[in-house]
């Protein structure tokens, strides 16, 4: 039989779990978008600049 501190437990070490994934997936969503977003500025600023 599962004793209840035993369930916390684990509970608590998924929740933590979950949330520690959650907190390194946004990371890369936020990075994700900071790249994308000065790649558009760098093309922008190369189609701004006359060839020569």
């Not at 369930?7 to 994934?21: E, I, N, P, R, V």
């Not at 946004?26 to 790249?35: K, S």
């Amino acid at each position: 039989m599962v004793s209840g501190k035993q369930l916390a437990d684990f509970g608590y070490k998924a929740f933590s779990g979950s949330m520690m994934l959650l907190t390194v997936y946004g990371g890369y969503l936020c990075g994700v978008r900071a790249y994308r977003l000065l790649q558009r500025r760098r093309e922008r600023e190369a189609a701004a600049r006359p060839e020569s």
